[in-house]
């Protein structure tokens, strides 16, 4: 078999979904006797500290067998998501300008009485290197 029926054969039906730094790929492919299943990859990219990068990929393969038990099992896990959590991405990773929710009553109260919002301490420990 040429390089070009090989790649007609691998190359059914596919799609690709781009998702910040990951990259998902569904590819339809052909068994030795001629039935289809489905390969979904996740691609992720990582960046080394010269700049240069790589990609690490893992790979599902799904049969038709399984179709009805995935699909079932997918649709109730991310309605599960949804309903739970809704479709907003609290994640600070995804948003730039997030705050937690205790920060954003503090500076909701601090504006309604006219007070600057003072920097939290929390988690700042006072060293006195004269102890030491």
Same mark, same amino acid.
């Given at each position: 078999m040429s390089d070009n +029926?090989?790649?007609e054969k691998e190359e059914i039906f596919s799609k690709v979904l781009r998702a910040g &730094?990951?990259?998902y790929f569904f590819?339809? &492919?052909?068994t030795k006797a001629g039935d289809y299943y489905l390969t979904i990859t996740?691609? =992720? =990219?990582?960046t080394?500290?010269?700049g240069s990068f790589h990609y690490k990929k893992h790979k599902i393969y799904?049969? =038709?067998e399984d179709f009805v038990g995935f699909s079932e099992?997918?649709?109730e896990m991310t309605n599960f998501i949804v309903n739970e959590k809704? +479709?907003?991405v609290i994640s600070e990773r995804h948003q730039k300008d997030y705050q937690k929710s205790y920060e954003q009553e503090l500076v909701t109260a601090d504006a309604v009485v006219g007070e600057p919002v003072a920097a939290s301490t929390e988690s700042f420990t006072d060293i006195n290197f004269d102890d030491i």
């Open positions: +029926e090989m790649l &730094r990951r990259t590819d339809v &492919r052909s996740e691609s =992720k =990219k990582f080394n500290d010269d799904l049969y =038709k099992i997918l649709q809704g +479709e907003e």
